[in-house]
């Protein structure tokens, strides 16, 4: 009884560590403010900026002995760092540590149009051709079971089951070239 009181107690006071939403790193729980731009560790608060490019970002951090550290970051990961107004920042938090509280409590972003290059260009003439022959197969399953298997057998005219296989064919068919359009949109917003 007495071991079950002490995990229950020492469950609890790992969930109060950090239970306001918090990021803990190293034992201190940070918490971040986007309305300011800060992020607090209980003790000292730093201000930083962000700025993203595509995949690519900046966080500026500055520290409260007015240290600045510039942390380049792609898609998450940390990339390096540059000091703008070098100092002593010993006694504080790392900008490494800084930076992963403000990633992993960034507001979501709404998805962006990042536009159609050349490669999304080839893929929708491919949709567009595949869609187009899909339809003629479900529509004229007879003209197309001719051009298609019709050569292999001289005077020879299509079973209900071969213009069924053409029919389903022809939906396979359109479904891919959807699937393929909806893809280049799904990649176009980041």
Known sequence: MKRLVTLILLAALLLAGCSSGGY????VCLT????????????????????????????????PNDTQYCVHAANGTVMGLSANHPGDISEY??????????????????????GF??????????????????????????GAWHILDGWRVENGTPSR????????????????????IASVMIGAFR
């Open 32 to 63: 971040v403010d986007w309305e300011q731009c800060q992020i607090g560790d209980g003790q000292n608060v730093y201000n930083f900026t962000w700025e993203r490019s595509g995949d690519d970002e900046k966080v500026f951090i500055t520290y």
């Open 161 to 180: 089951k071969a213009l069924a296989v053409m029919i389903f064919r022809g939906a396979c068919i359109i479904a891919a070239g959807i699937f393929l």
């Open 93 to 114: 938090i790392s900008p490494e540590t800084l930076y992963a509280a403000i990633n992993d409590q960034r507001p979501a972003t709404a998805l962006e149009f990042q």
């Open 117 to 142: 290059d050349g490669y999304d260009i080839i893929m929708f003439i491919i949709a567009g051709i595949l869609i187009v022959f899909g339809i003629y197969l479900v529509t004229a399953p007879d």
């Open 24 to 27: 803990e790193a190293d034992g």
